[in-house]
């Protein structure tokens, strides 16, 4: 596998050797299948946190920038 993140496709598409007295392949697809499904969420609510952080930052900047400029005219 290679460096990175993880992402869900590659969790639910992983295959493993089967042994003689291995796992029960369908019990790992189904967990892996549940794993996917909860990287799927969580990379998801990321990438909106992520947006909401720069949304609060150009509000931020943008309020700075017209306190200063507030204080330039007194």
């Known amino acids: 596998m290679s460096a990175g993140p993880l992402r869900p496709w590659q969790v639910r598409d992983r295959c493993f050797n089967v042994r003689r007295h ?4 369908v019990e790992i697809r189904d967990f892996l299948h549940r794993v996917a499904d909860e990287l799927t ?3 998801t609510a990321l990438v909106a ?7 609060i930052k150009n509000a931020l900047r943008a309020w700075q920038s017209a306190q200063s400029a507030n204080r330039h005219y007194r």
Do not use: I, K, S
């Open 22 to 25: 291995g796992l029960d392949p």
């Open 41 to 43: 969420v969580a990379q």
């Open 49 to 55: 946190v992520q947006e909401e952080n720069v949304r």
